[in-house]
């Protein structure tokens, strides 16, 4: 038989397929799936998934990718670790971790959260895809590292994840191999920077507008990208379109021109160019983007003829102005708007010509428009004038180009953006530097504006056309080729000619070209401009010769370029060839200026036909030069000091000028200036005076490169001194002249000189010490003996001298020399001894005094500390006890205001290098550490607030400190105590303060990493103490209480903490906590048992206080550590049953109850739990002799409250009320048992509050009485316990009973149990009155107790309905199987409602449609089912109203109230069918339930604790019935009497409903079943019955007399006919029945015309026994007064068929009062009567009444219901299948025997209130709860089915390959 074997290769994989199990012994897959594998065989794999490893299984091999693993820890313990990169690794994790939420996020709705999380989810797997495929470059890996590590970090923090902690790199830290403090400052990073990325987010959903600062805050260089797409402008010639940034508010162009040459058929002149029209603008700085308005403008000149309409002979190629496109950019540049593809529109604006507009104007003078631009006016002002245009003409006419702003220099752009930018975009620069200069950035543009000119016309009668050739010569006159660029995207041109104006005289060009040209011919070159008329007709523009020119050189005669700014340049005219004669022009001046300052020319005699126009002409002409060059200089006095040697005279004042030359002119000639300045030091060296300008001039230079924007020149600068700089000797002068600055720093004079060179000393002493580095090299040691270490010595003695004067003086300098001079020490190291120099560093701290400068001296010794000096040990012997003191001084108790920041700071960076590897030796620096600042920091930490922003910082030393602290160290540091309250004072704090830090973390939640760091060091600590309290303080002698009591305490508030609850979080970051740190819990709550049991004799002392401590350890869902703490609670029973002296352990039982109680509802325990504690107290107590009885007794006692707790706690949360409501009483019957008064009164306001909630008043006064009942009407003081949470503040038992009454009475009245009201009203009363005659409150009480009274009699109570609920089958809980509940409604709360109420609470029961009681198979089926009737209430009449003419308000109380008793009827049928009268033979069946309690009380439902059945024969049905007719008739009489007021209509109905049917054969029934011999001779036992029943008969006819009497006497004109007809049929009625039956005659008193009482409504209710006692009847025969339950009973009407054969018990109405309207009275009458008359009828009469008719007449009841009432048809279809018959109306309440089977007549409800029994109240009666248990059996029971046999079972193939699918699985996209 085939083997499975192994697997050693095929270990990990993905599964590519879905795979459902077919059988037990497989494995189900879904895609994405990753698994473990086991074992392999035949196309089989064994294993696990990694999402669920307990279960294992087969699966077919083809369903899985194999992937790269290395397998760790062989065997049972296998571990599988991908061979992936940690990053990879480390999204898998994440985007598995994320699914589950992502799950959890769509079930609970929240889209937004839900979006986002989808959102991250995709770009990471898209990313992960990247990083797997291999094929990206190594730079862009690193960034795609960053952003997925940035992308993790914030998806983490907002779903409330940990926060992941990385190295520089982006890996994740690993704990074990990082120092406490780094990983502090690591975790304080990543939270600093996801908080950013959060606040990024947050803005750019705020406002879009600041998405631009998210991008580019940290750039200092920009490029503005355009796309030219299209240009549109019927222009016919060829142009020129120039494109430059502008900034209008300072009429300023800001950059070079873009050119691109447009041809005349509206395509670029260079074809291939189309489409690819593109330019970057290059160099912006952040000064640029916040420009308030900037511009892209556009020019365009077309190149053609002087006029557009010209022919062939006119001259074409002249450069004229046509037109100008300007937009405004302002958002795109502030990265408001950011969308390259978006196409923007400029529109074109055309100049006109001068002569044009002025014709325009004489011919249409007011047609002219205002803005028309004229092309004489400068560009400048047309530009402008565009901008402020709010509309331009452009007819559809200009340029479509796309906008982008990107952030960095060119080479950025190139790289970051290379789809937009490649080598052939145009660059065009700024006109000017970047923010930033870069060392490498080489650069010499000469930037040319043409300004304007004025040009005398001479002979001509207009103005000329003047157009200026420029060009570049050398001083011999040659031409330089191609120099000058009119625009970037087209190579230079050696002529450039400028726009011609038509007929202006002072034309305004503008016009800005670059001129490129190397270095070293600038000083040879000038510019060369020509003036030339330019004529429109061809013919005599070729004889138009130049009429003037002009020049200017490029370099000044001193060396100097060229300055920038406006030159007026002279015109000069003459011959044309002595105008290119450059040897002749060269000589003269070329501007105005130099003519100003120069030799006049009239003295030289070469030039008399070459004269300056000035003499003849006002011809001028003006330029503006801008240079950019990074080797040109403008500044005199810096080219003076480059060449000091051919100028040695000038070397002072040269040095001097030096300080005030731009910074830019400086590092453009850095090497050449330090070169400079050193020759000077040395070659000059015998006049001192230039070793202090140099030096001076050399801290200028090093403070200039510390500006932010030469900052990229520090490596230059570094460059220079370790490559370049070789003054061997330069270290002599430069210390000196430094020792005389610091030895002479009280001269004010050279204070600013001093700090400057204080800022400057890092670079100063690199100088330096490289100097000697050269010297030694050189020399060698011997040369200059010990004369540079004395030299620094010297220093330093001059600052130790210097610090120690008092602080007012040269405090700027002291705080300088302490923030600058630890910068040298790296540099000074290499040439001076390390040790001493840490010496004089010592010294130089120590003198400063004390409290002065205090945080500049601790930032100066954290720069020691994080120099090299502090990593070498013998230096740090010297530096750390000056360290070590200085920091106890500053966190000495004594210390004023300690600087936090600054001593964490360094008391950070002291443990951070002392936990390093390379750092040699460091026990004994963590001993001294320990021994002087251990107990300093853990008071800080004490002392320090929470919210302090240091207290993190402060915790971690004390981490850092404990965590390098070995064990040799903690039982040095318990030696250094020189007194044992020494001792117990340090253990006290400690552990106080750990306490704490556990208590309230100073970290923030998502600190994980730390947070288990810093509990596994305190673990260690806490067990490091342990063994001191063992050693010190537990025999009999030296025992310390106190101490050990704070251990325990700390130890459980340890292993409680949050951060180690590990069943709390996911299965992923549980497995990674046990894998990195194990269960904690364990480790203390085994130390926490030994250290009980060590206690011996001293236990009683912890005996109850240590019980809540112990049970909360117990808790911990640990199995191991609950089986080995829970018998301590044994050996705390056994302690106290033996040290007590009672013999028993009621301390400890009280405590254990208390503590229980508010554990599990604080939701520690379960179920498991409390079979454990059961369990084990079972099995120590039943070993012991003497408490194994009362043990038992005890743990079955703490199982059955344990079991109530949790049913409580698990109905806390599933949302049922009534459940909640069930298990706090069971809860509340529990503690009322145990007498713990306390606890059962807090669970009585819970009831009470649950009451409110539901708005149940009734069960919240009845709820609220027990409490009251458990106080005296007395003055003794109340207990605490007494006084809830919300109690009033009162002293006396008596005070607070009486503000329970009133509150119960508020409740009692808000429920409307104003019997029950008044009752504790009398009560309060009686106090009032006779105890504290307080007759203040009685006049209230009073005043309260009528209103009672009078709200009986009239106000509208509606009676609530009352229902069975049979809960059967073993789905329900135990509380609920197999148990019928009554339950009483709320108002107006139907059968239907309450159906649905309850099939909502249990949505899978199965609704019984019977009433019988269900069969055996129900009750032991594992389903639900649920059974729901309406009940009767059974009147249970206190004795005082027997037989009294009660008032119907009265009575209706009790038909619903104080009832313990209820009935249900079914009817059945007894013998065989009599088709003459079934009646007959139809039997009831009534059932009675009986509960514990009488309703109301603290529930709204009751077990049913008694059921009784009887039959009823039809004969005493009938007596029934007759009954209740004669009463009704009765009473209604009866209010007519009482009430003359009252409408007639009900009364008619009732008598016509009762006479008419009687008339036609409503008795016959009778006489046919009973009256006849064969039943008497059948029945003799029932004559009494028989007659009984003639006696009800013959009862009627009087009352009916009366009644028609009374019809008689409120007769309308309407009615009439209907009198008549009764009367007529009554007379016949009268005559047979009292000819059968005898007469009857009724009292006087019951039909007299009754006075009623002045405002009275009070209607008496008559019963039928008392009408038949009040009654005298002529036939001795049927005399016979049977006793009855009257109004309690319910009977049949004979002769009808069995579907509305079940009696009801009585429903009357409460009068309406008389107050109401008279109008809604009538209609509520009519509805009243119309109901009573229809259900009359359908229960008397023999014939059914037609079907239609009872329809409309239930249409009709339907319109006069009130709109509160209405029940839609659709509402009612849906709730029960019944018909429209079936339906009957809610209001007002019928007042019928009878009501159809299987349905209830609902009537007006009201919340149930009942009454209470004052004397003797009994317990509230809970159904014992237990929701947990509502769930279906059958999961808990089932039984996995056997395995198959073995068979060969080739796997399946894998499915046919189909379309890869997105995201299918929550591991997708996994492989």
Same mark, same amino acid.
């Not at 970290?1003 to 760091?1013: C, E, F, G, K, S």
């Given at each position: 038989?085939?083997?499975?074997?192994?697997?050693?290769?095929?270990?990990?994989?993905?599964?590519? $397929?879905?795979?459902?199990?077919?059988?037990?012994?497989?494995?189900?897959?879904?895609?994405?799936?990753?698994?473990?594998?086991?074992?392999?065989?035949?196309?089989?794999?064994?294993?696990?998934?990694?999402? #669920?490893?307990?279960?294992?299984?087969?699966?077919?091999?083809?369903?899985?990718?194999?992937?790269?693993?290395?397998?760790?820890?062989?065997?049972?313990?296998?571990?599988?670790?991908?061979?992936?990169?940690?990053?990879?690794?480390?999204?898998?994790?994440?985007?598995?971790?994320?699914?589950?939420?992502?799950?959890?996020?769509?079930?609970?709705?929240?889209?937004?959260?839900?979006?986002? !999380?989808?959102?991250?989810?995709?770009?990471?797997?898209?990313?992960?895809?990247?990083?797997?495929?291999?094929?990206?470059?190594?730079?862009?890996?690193?960034?795609?590292?960053?952003?997925?590590?940035?992308?993790?970090?914030?998806?983490?923090?907002?779903?409330?994840?940990?926060?992941?902690?990385?190295?520089?790199?982006?890996?994740?830290?690993?704990?074990?191999?990082?120092?406490?403090?780094?990983?502090?400052?690591?975790?304080?990073?990543?939270?600093?920077?996801?908080?950013?990325?959060?606040?990024?987010?947050?803005?750019?959903?705020?406002?879009?507008?600041?998405?631009?600062?998210?991008?580019?805050? +940290?750039?200092?260089?920009?490029?503005?990208?355009?796309?030219?797409?299209?240009?549109?402008?019927?222009?016919?010639?060829?142009?020129?379109?120039?494109?430059?940034?502008?900034?209008?508010?300072?009429?300023?162009?800001?950059?070079?021109? $873009?050119?691109?040459r447009w041809g005349s058929t509206g395509m670029p002149k260079e074809i291939e160019k189309l489409n690819n029209l593109q330019a970057v603008f290059t160099d912006l700085s952040s000064s640029d983007l916040i420009r308030p308005r900037i511009s892209l403008v556009c020019q365009i000149v077309r190149v053609g003829h002087m006029e557009l309409k010209e022919g062939k002979k006119h001259t074409c190629g002249l450069r004229r102005p046509f037109g100008v496109a300007v937009m405004d950019i302002t958002d795109i540049i502030h990265?408001?708007?950011?969308?390259?593809?978006?196409?923007?529109?400029?529109?074109?604006?055309?100049?006109?010509?001068?002569?044009?507009?002025?014709?325009?104007?004489?011919?249409?003078?007011?047609?002219?428009?205002?803005?028309?631009?004229?092309?004489?006016?400068?560009? %400048?002002?047309?530009?402008?004038?565009?901008?402020?245009?709010?509309?331009?003409?452009?007819?559809?006419?200009?340029?479509?180009?796309?906008?982008?702003?990107?952030?960095?220099?060119?080479?950025?752009?190139?790289?970051?953006?290379?789809?937009?930018?490649?080598?052939?975009?145009?660059?065009?620069?700024?006109?000017?530097?970047?923010?930033?200069?870069?060392?490498?950035?080489?650069?010499?543009?000469?930037?040319?504006?043409?300004?304007?000119?004025?040009?005398?016309?001479?002979?001509? *009668?207009?103005?000329?056309?003047?157009?200026?050739?420029?060009?570049?010569?050398?001083?011999?006159? #040659?031409?330089?080729?191609?120099?000058?660029?009119?625009?970037?995207?087209?190579?230079?041109?050696?002529?450039?000619?400028?726009?011609?104006?038509?007929?202006?005289?002072?034309?305004?060009?503008?016009?800005?070209?670059?001129?490129?040209?190397?270095?070293?011919?600038?000083?040879?070159?000038?510019?060369?401009?020509?003036?030339?008329?330019?004529?429109?007709?061809?013919?005599?523009?070729? +004889?138009?010769?130049?009429?003037?020119?002009?020049?200017?050189?490029?370099?000044?005669?001193?060396?100097?370029?060229?300055?920038?700014?406006?030159?007026?340049?002279?015109?000069?005219?003459?011959?044309?060839?002595?105008?290119?004669?450059?040897?002749?022009?060269?000589?003269?001046?070329?501007?105005?200026?130099?003519?100003?300052?120069?030799?006049?020319?009239?003295?030289?005699?070469?030039?008399?036909?070459? %004269?300056?126009?000035?003499?003849?002409?006002?011809?001028?002409?003006?330029?503006?030069?801008?240079?950019?060059?990074?080797?040109?200089?403008?500044?005199?006095?810096?080219?003076?000091?480059?060449?000091?040697?051919?100028?040695?005279?000038?070397?002072?004042?040269?040095?001097?000028?030096?300080?005030?030359?731009?910074?830019?002119?400086?590092?453009?000639?850095?090497?050449?200036?330090?070169?400079?300045?050193?020759?000077?030091?040395?070659?000059?060296?015998?006049?001192?005076?230039?070793?202090?300008?140099?030096?001076?001039?050399?801290?200028?230079?090093?403070?200039?490169?510390?500006?932010?924007?030469?900052?990229?020149?520090?490596?230059?600068?570094? %460059?220079?001194?370790? *490559?370049?700089?070789?003054?061997?000797?330069?270290?002599?002068?430069?210390?000196?002249?430094?020792?005389?600055?610091?030895?002479?720093?009280?001269?004010?004079?050279?204070?600013?000189?001093?700090?400057?060179?204080?800022?400057?000393?890092?670079?100063?002493?690199?100088?330096?010490?490289?100097?000697?580095?050269?010297?030694?090299?050189?020399?060698?040691?011997?040369?200059?003996?010990?004369?540079?270490?004395?030299?620094?010595?010297?220093?330093?003695?001059?600052?130790?001298?210097?610090?120690?004067?008092?602080?007012?003086?040269?405090? *700027?300098?002291?705080?300088?020399?302490?923030?600058?001079?630890?910068?040298?020490?790296?540099?000074? *190291?290499?040439?001076?001894?390390?040790?001493?120099?840490?010496?004089?560093?010592?010294?130089?701290?120590?003198?400063?005094?004390?409290?002065?400068?205090?945080?500049?001296?601790?930032?100066?010794?954290?720069?020691? !500390?994080?120099?090299?000096?502090?990593?070498?040990?013998?230096?740090?012997?010297?530096?750390?006890?000056?360290?070590?003191?200085?920091?106890?001084?500053?966190?000495?108790?004594?210390?004023?205001?300690?600087?936090?920041?600054?001593?964490?700071?360094?008391?950070?960076?002291?443990?951070?290098?002392?936990?390093?590897?390379?750092?040699?030796?460091?026990?004994?620096?963590?001993?001294?550490?320990?021994?002087?600042?251990?107990?300093?920091?853990?008071?800080?930490?004490?002392?320090?607030?929470?919210?302090?922003?240091?207290?993190?910082?402060?915790?971690?030393?004390?981490?850092?400190?404990?965590?390098?602290?070995?064990?040799?160290?903690?039982?040095?540091?318990?030696?250094?105590?020189?007194?044992?309250?020494? =001792?117990?004072?340090?253990?006290?704090?400690?552990?106080?303060?750990?306490?704490?830090?556990? /208590?309230?973390?100073?970290?923030?939640?998502?600190?994980?990493?730390?947070?288990?760091?810093?509990?596994?060091?305190?673990?260690?600590?806490?067990?490091? $103490?342990?063994?001191?309290?063992?050693?010190?303080?537990?025999?009999?002698?030296?025992?310390?209480?106190?101490?050990?009591?704070?251990?325990?305490?700390?130890?459980?508030?340890?292993?409680?903490?949050?951060?180690?609850?590990?069943?709390?979080?996911?299965?992923?970051?549980?497995?990674?906590?046990?894998? &990195?740190?194990?269960?904690?819990?364990?480790?203390?709550?085994?130390?926490?048992?030994?250290?009980?049991?060590?206690?011996?004799?001293?236990?009683?002392?912890?005996?109850?206080?240590?019980?809540?401590?112990?049970?909360?350890?117990? @808790?911990?869902?640990?199995?191991?550590?609950?089986?080995?703490?829970?018998?301590?609670?044994?050996?705390?029973?056994?302690?106290?049953?033996?040290?007590?002296?009672?013999?028993?352990?009621?301390?400890?039982?009280?405590?254990?109850?208390?503590?229980?109680?508010?554990?599990?509802?604080?939701?520690?325990?379960?179920?498991?739990?409390?079979?454990?504690?059961?369990?084990?107290?079972?099995?120590?107590?039943?070993?012991?002799?003497?408490?194994?009885?009362?043990?038992?007794?005890?743990?079955?006692?703490?199982?059955?409250?344990?079991?109530?707790?949790?049913?409580?706690?698990?109905?806390?949360?599933? /949302?049922?009320?009534?459940?909640?409501?069930?298990?706090?009483?069971?809860?509340?019957?529990?503690?009322?048992?145990?007498?713990?008064?306390?606890?059962?009164?807090?669970?009585?306001?819970?009831?009470?509050?649950?009451?409110?909630?539901?708005?149940?008043?009734?069960?919240?006064?009845?709820?609220?009485?027990?409490?009251?009942?458990?106080?005296?009407?007395?003055? &003794?003081?109340?207990?605490?316990? =007494?006084?809830?949470?919300?109690?009033?503040?009162?002293?006396?038992?008596?005070?607070?009973?009486?503000k329970l009454y009133q509150e119960i009475i508020a409740f009692f009245d808000k429920g409307k149990m104003w019997e029950k009201a008044i009752q504790l009203s009398k009560e309060l009363a009686e106090m009032y009155e006779n105890k504290v005659f307080d007759y203040e409150g009685l006049s209230i009480l009073l005043k309260k107790w009528a209103t009672f009274y009078e709200n009986i009699m009239k106000a509208m109570r509606p009676q609530p309905e009352y229902f069975a609920v049979g809960y059967y089958g073993h789905g329900f809980?135990?509380?609920?199987?197999?148990?019928?509940?009554?339950?009483?409604?709320?108002?107006?709360?139907?059968?239907?409602?309450?159906?649905?109420?309850?099939?909502?609470?249990?949505?899978?029961?199965?609704?019984?449609?019977?009433?019988?009681?269900?069969?055996?198979?129900?009750?032991?089926?594992?389903?639900?089912?649920?059974?729901?009737?309406?009940?009767?209430?059974?009147?249970?009449?206190?004795?005082?109203?027997?037989?009294?003419?009660?008032?119907?308000?009265?009575?209706?109380?009790?038909?619903?109230?104080?009832?313990?008793?209820?009935?249900?009827?079914?009817?059945?049928?007894?013998?065989?069918?009599?088709?003459?009268?079934?009646?007959?033979?139809?039997?009831?069946?009534?059932?009675?339930?009986?509960?514990?309690?009488?309703?109301?009380?603290?529930?709204?439902?009751?077990?049913?604790?008694?059921?009784?059945?009887?039959?009823?024969?039809?004969?005493?049905?009938?007596?029934?019935?007759?009954?209740?007719?004669?009463?009704?008739?009765?009473?209604?009489?009866?209010?007519?009497?009482w009430d003359r007021t009252l409408p007639v209509h009900p009364l008619s109905m009732l008598l016509n409903g009762i006479v008419d049917p009687a008339v036609m054969g409503g008795y016959t029934n009778y006489e046919k079943a009973f009256f006849t011999e064969k039943y008497i001779q059948e029945h003799p036992e029932d004559q009494a019955k028989i007659d009984l029943l003639k006696q009800l008969i013959a009862l009627q006819m009087p009352l009916l007399a009366e009644g028609i009497r009374i019809h008689g006497e409120k007769l309308?004109?309407?009615?009439?006919?209907?009198?008549?007809?009764?009367?007529?049929?009554?007379?016949?009625?009268?005559?047979?029945?009292?000819?059968?039956?005898?007469?009857?005659?009724?009292?006087?008193?019951?039909?007299?015309?009754?006075?009623?009482?002045?405002?009275?409504?009070?209607?008496?209710?008559?019963?039928?026994?008392?009408?038949?006692?009040?009654? !005298?009847?002529?036939?001795?025969?049927?005399?016979?007064?049977?006793?009855?339950?009257?109004?309690?009973?319910?009977?049949?009407?004979?002769?009808?068929?069995?579907?509305?054969?079940?009696?009801? !018990?009585?429903?009357?109405?409460?009068?309406?009062?008389?107050?109401?309207?008279?109008?809604?009275?009538?209609?509520?009458?009519?509805?009243?009567?119309?109901?009573?008359?229809?259900?009359?009828?359908?229960?008397?009469?023999?014939?059914?009444?037609?079907?239609?008719?009872?329809?409309?007449?239930?249409?009709?009841?339907?319109?006069?219901?009130?709109?509160?009432?209405? @029940?839609?048809?659709?509402?009612?279809?849906?709730?029960?299948?019944?018909?429209?018959?079936?339906?009957?109306?809610?209001?007002?309440?019928?007042?019928?025997?009878?009501?159809?089977?299987?349905?209830?007549?609902?009537?007006?409800?009201?919340?149930?209130?009942?009454?209470?029994?004052?004397?003797?109240?009994?317990?509230?009666?809970?159904?014992?709860?237990?929701?947990?248990?509502?769930?279906?059996?059958?999961?808990?029971?089932?039984?996995?089915?056997?395995?198959?046999?073995?068979?060969?079972?080739?796997?399946?193939?894998?499915?046919?390959?189909?379309?890869?699918?997105?995201?299918?699985?929550?591991?997708?996209?996994?492989?």
């Amino acid at each position: 038989m085939a083997r499975w074997i192994p697997t050693k290769r095929e270990k990990y994989g993905v599964a590519i $397929y879905n795979y459902d199990a077919a059988r037990d012994v497989e494995l189900s897959l879904q895609v994405g799936d990753t698994v473990h594998i086991l074992e392999m065989h035949e196309g089989w794999y064994r294993g696990y998934t990694l999402r #669920n490893k307990a279960k294992k299984g087969i699966f077919p091999s083809t369903y899985i990718h194999l992937k790269e693993a290395t397998v760790q820890d062989g065997g049972q313990n296998e571990t599988v670790i991908p061979s992936e990169l940690p990053l990879v690794q480390e999204l898998t994790s994440t985007l598995r971790e994320w699914a589950v939420i992502w799950h959890q996020l769509y079930v609970e709705n929240k889209k937004t959260l839900f979006r986002q !999380v989808q959102q991250m989810t995709y770009s990471l797997i898209e990313w992960r895809s990247q990083i797997l495929s291999g094929t990206l470059p190594k730079d862009e890996l690193a960034e795609l590292k960053k952003k997925v590590t940035a992308k993790i970090d914030y998806g983490n923090r907002i779903l409330g994840l940990d926060l992941v902690v990385r190295d520089d790199n982006g890996n994740i830290l690993d704990p074990d191999a990082t120092s406490t403090i780094a990983l502090f400052k690591a975790h304080e990073t990543a939270s600093e920077r996801v908080n950013e990325r959060i606040q990024e987010e947050r803005s750019l959903q705020q406002d879009l507008g600041l998405r631009g600062q998210a991008i580019f805050n +940290s750039t200092h260089t920009y490029s503005l990208y355009v796309n030219v797409k299209n240009f549109v402008c019927n222009i016919g010639e060829d142009a020129e379109l120039l494109m430059s940034l502008y900034d209008p508010d300072q009429s300023l162009f800001i950059s070079e021109n $873009y050119l691109v040459r447009w041809g005349s058929t509206g395509m670029p002149k260079e074809i291939e160019k189309l489409n690819n029209l593109q330019a970057v603008f290059t160099d912006l700085s952040s000064s640029d983007l916040i420009r308030p308005r900037i511009s892209l403008v556009c020019q365009i000149v077309r190149v053609g003829h002087m006029e557009l309409k010209e022919g062939k002979k006119h001259t074409c190629g002249l450069r004229r102005p046509f037109g100008v496109a300007v937009m405004d950019i302002t958002d795109i540049i502030h990265g408001k708007v950011d969308d390259e593809e978006k196409q923007h529109f400029i529109p074109f604006q055309q100049i006109a010509m001068e002569t044009y507009i002025r014709q325009r104007q004489l011919i249409m003078a007011p047609l002219i428009t205002s803005h028309v631009i004229g092309e004489n006016e400068p560009l %400048t002002s047309v530009f402008n004038k565009v901008i402020a245009a709010k509309e331009v003409n452009h007819k559809g006419q200009g340029l479509w180009v796309s906008l982008k702003l990107l952030p960095g220099d060119l080479a950025q752009v190139q790289k970051d953006f290379s789809h937009l930018v490649d080598r052939s975009t145009a660059v065009a620069r700024k006109m000017g530097f970047p923010e930033i200069i870069l060392p490498g950035d080489v650069r010499n543009d000469i930037y040319i504006t043409l300004v304007h000119g004025e040009f005398d016309k001479g002979k001509k *009668k207009t103005p000329k056309n003047v157009e200026v050739t420029m060009s570049v010569h050398d001083e011999d006159g #040659n031409l330089v080729e191609k120099a000058i660029h009119p625009g970037a995207g087209y190579e230079g041109i050696s002529e450039y000619k400028s726009v011609v104006y038509y007929q202006v005289k002072q034309p305004c060009w503008y016009e800005t070209v670059k001129v490129s040209i190397a270095i070293e011919e600038v000083s040879r070159c000038h510019l060369r401009f020509t003036f030339r008329h330019r004529s429109s007709q061809e013919s005599r523009d070729k +004889s138009e010769k130049a009429f003037g020119m002009a020049f200017v050189k490029l370099m000044n005669a001193d060396g100097t370029t060229l300055q920038d700014g406006r030159h007026n340049l002279i015109v000069y005219k003459g011959e044309n060839k002595k105008m290119e004669d450059a040897k002749c022009y060269l000589t003269l001046p070329g501007t105005k200026m130099e003519e100003r300052d120069g030799p006049s020319v009239k003295h030289q005699p070469h030039i008399t036909n070459f %004269t300056p126009t000035k003499d003849s002409t006002k011809d001028s002409f003006q330029i503006a030069t801008l240079i950019c060059s990074t080797k040109l200089t403008q500044n005199v006095d810096l080219l003076g000091l480059l060449n000091w040697r051919s100028n040695s005279q000038n070397i002072g004042h040269n040095l001097k000028k030096l300080m005030e030359v731009d910074g830019g002119e400086i590092v453009k000639f850095l090497q050449d200036t330090l070169d400079a300045l050193f020759n000077i030091m040395m070659e000059m060296s015998d006049n001192e005076s230039y070793d202090f300008l140099v030096f001076d001039a050399l801290v200028f230079i090093i403070s200039l490169i510390g500006d932010i924007k030469f900052q990229h020149f520090n490596p230059v600068l570094e %460059t220079y001194i370790y *490559k370049h700089f070789s003054a061997t000797l330069a270290y002599v002068k430069l210390t000196k002249v430094l020792n005389y600055y610091v030895g002479n720093a009280e001269d004010a004079t050279k204070t600013e000189l001093l700090f400057a060179a204080l800022k400057a000393l890092k670079y100063l002493f690199r100088f330096i010490v490289q100097s000697r580095v050269l010297y030694l090299r050189f020399y060698g040691k011997s040369e200059d003996g010990d004369e540079f270490n004395n030299a620094i010595r010297k220093l330093f003695l001059s600052f130790n001298v210097l610090m120690d004067r008092p602080l007012e003086e040269a405090v *700027k300098i002291k705080g300088a020399a302490l923030k600058y001079l630890p910068s040298i020490i790296n540099d000074v *190291k290499l040439v001076f001894d390390p040790v001493e120099l840490s010496v004089l560093f010592s010294k130089f701290i120590q003198s400063i005094p004390d409290n002065q400068l205090v945080r500049q001296k601790l930032n100066c010794m954290t720069k020691i !500390v994080d120099s090299d000096l502090f990593r070498q040990a013998e230096c740090r012997d010297v530096l750390l006890p000056l360290l070590v003191d200085q920091l106890s001084g500053q966190l000495d108790d004594n210390s004023s205001k300690p600087d936090h920041e600054a001593c964490s700071q360094l008391l950070s960076n002291i443990l951070e290098v002392l936990d390093r590897k390379e750092v040699g030796p460091t026990a004994v620096h963590i001993q001294l550490i320990m021994e002087r600042l251990l107990r300093r920091i853990n008071r800080t930490v004490i002392g320090m607030s929470r919210q302090s922003p240091h207290i993190g910082s402060f915790v971690a030393c004390m981490t850092a400190i404990l965590r390098q602290m070995e064990d040799s160290h903690y039982n040095h540091y318990i030696s250094t105590f020189k007194t044992r309250q020494d =001792l117990i004072d340090f253990l006290m704090e400690t552990f106080i303060m750990f306490k704490d830090l556990i /208590g309230k973390n100073v970290y923030a939640n998502d600190w994980m990493v730390m947070t288990m760091m810093q509990s596994r060091v305190f673990l260690r600590a806490i067990n490091q $103490y342990t063994s001191v309290l063992n050693r010190f303080f537990l025999d009999q002698t030296s025992f310390e209480l106190q101490l050990w009591n704070n251990y325990f305490h700390l130890a459980v508030a340890f292993l409680t903490h949050d951060s180690l609850q590990l069943e709390n979080f996911s299965q992923a970051k549980r497995n990674k906590m046990v894998k &990195k740190y194990g269960d904690m819990r364990k480790d203390i709550g085994f130390k926490i048992r030994d250290m009980w049991y060590n206690l011996g004799p001293h236990k009683i002392k912890f005996i109850p206080s240590m019980v809540g401590p112990v049970l909360e350890v117990t @808790l911990t869902p640990e199995p191991e550590l609950q089986k080995a703490t829970i018998p301590i609670f044994f050996d705390m029973m056994q302690c106290e049953f033996n040290f007590s002296g009672s013999r028993n352990f009621h301390m400890f039982e009280n405590e254990l109850i208390t503590k229980l109680d508010q554990e599990v509802e604080g939701g520690r325990g379960d179920e498991s739990y409390k079979i454990l504690l059961e369990k084990l107290l079972l099995e120590h107590c039943r070993k012991h002799k003497y408490l194994s009885s009362s043990g038992e007794v005890f743990a079955l006692l703490v199982s059955s409250l344990l079991e109530n707790l949790l049913d409580y706690r698990t109905s806390m949360h599933d /949302g049922s009320k009534e459940n909640r409501m069930s298990c706090t009483v069971n809860v509340l019957n529990f503690y009322k048992e145990k007498k713990r008064e306390d606890i059962y009164i807090r669970y009585l306001y819970k009831l009470r509050d649950l009451h409110i909630e539901c708005e149940n008043y009734t069960e919240a006064a009845y709820t609220l009485l027990l409490h009251a009942e458990l106080l005296q009407w007395s003055d &003794k003081p109340c207990t605490p316990h =007494l006084l809830q949470r919300d109690s009033y503040y009162v002293y006396s038992q008596q005070e607070l009973k009486e503000k329970l009454y009133q509150e119960i009475i508020a409740f009692f009245d808000k429920g409307k149990m104003w019997e029950k009201a008044i009752q504790l009203s009398k009560e309060l009363a009686e106090m009032y009155e006779n105890k504290v005659f307080d007759y203040e409150g009685l006049s209230i009480l009073l005043k309260k107790w009528a209103t009672f009274y009078e709200n009986i009699m009239k106000a509208m109570r509606p009676q609530p309905e009352y229902f069975a609920v049979g809960y059967y089958g073993h789905g329900f809980p135990s509380f609920l199987r197999n148990k019928i509940f009554i339950y009483r409604g709320k108002e107006y709360e139907r059968r239907e409602d309450f159906n649905l109420k309850l099939l909502t609470q249990f949505p899978n029961a199965e609704k019984l449609s019977n009433t019988t009681p269900p069969p055996d198979e129900i009750k032991a089926s594992l389903k639900q089912y649920v059974q729901c009737f309406t009940v009767k209430p059974v009147m249970n009449l206190p004795p005082n109203f027997k037989d009294k003419p009660v008032p119907e308000q009265i009575l209706n109380f009790y038909r619903a109230n104080e009832v313990q008793q209820f009935t249900h009827s079914r009817p059945f049928r007894k013998g065989e069918k009599d088709p003459e009268n079934e009646f007959a033979t139809m039997w009831i069946e009534r059932t009675t339930y009986t509960t514990a309690y009488s309703f109301p009380g603290i529930l709204k439902w009751l077990e049913v604790k008694q059921v009784s059945t009887e039959e009823i024969s039809p004969l005493e049905n009938a007596i029934e019935t007759m009954e209740l007719t004669n009463e009704k008739i009765s009473n209604s009489v009866q209010q007519h009497a009482w009430d003359r007021t009252l409408p007639v209509h009900p009364l008619s109905m009732l008598l016509n409903g009762i006479v008419d049917p009687a008339v036609m054969g409503g008795y016959t029934n009778y006489e046919k079943a009973f009256f006849t011999e064969k039943y008497i001779q059948e029945h003799p036992e029932d004559q009494a019955k028989i007659d009984l029943l003639k006696q009800l008969i013959a009862l009627q006819m009087p009352l009916l007399a009366e009644g028609i009497r009374i019809h008689g006497e409120k007769l309308t004109e309407q009615l009439k006919p209907l009198h008549d007809r009764l009367s007529s049929c009554f007379k016949e009625l009268r005559g047979k029945v009292e000819k059968l039956y005898g007469v009857i005659t009724l009292p006087s008193s019951l039909t007299e015309r009754k006075q009623s009482r002045s405002g009275s409504v009070v209607l008496p209710y008559i019963m039928s026994s008392t009408l038949r006692r009040l009654s !005298v009847t002529s036939v001795t025969s049927s005399v016979g007064s049977t006793s009855s339950t009257s109004s309690d009973s319910t009977s049949s009407r004979p002769g009808s068929d069995g579907s509305i054969l079940e009696p009801l !018990v009585e429903r009357r109405i409460s009068a309406t009062s008389r107050t109401e309207e008279l109008s809604a009275k009538d209609d509520a009458e009519n509805r009243i009567n119309k109901f009573k008359r229809k259900e009359w009828k359908s229960q008397v009469i023999v014939e059914k009444e037609p079907e239609a008719e009872l329809t409309s007449k239930m249409n009709m009841l339907g319109k006069t219901r009130p709109k509160s009432l209405q @029940l839609g048809e659709s509402r009612l279809t849906l709730l029960q299948a019944s018909s429209l018959q079936q339906t009957m109306p809610l209001s007002p309440p019928p007042i019928t025997p009878k009501t159809p089977r299987t349905q209830s007549f609902p009537s007006l409800q009201t919340d149930g209130l009942a009454v209470m029994n004052a004397q003797n109240p009994p317990p509230p009666p809970p159904p014992k709860c237990k929701p947990c248990e509502n769930s279906n059996g059958r999961n808990s029971m089932e039984v996995a089915p056997p395995l198959p046999s073995r068979r060969e079972v080739r796997p399946p193939p894998p499915p046919p390959k189909a379309r890869k699918s997105s995201v299918i699985s929550s591991e997708q996209g996994l492989q």
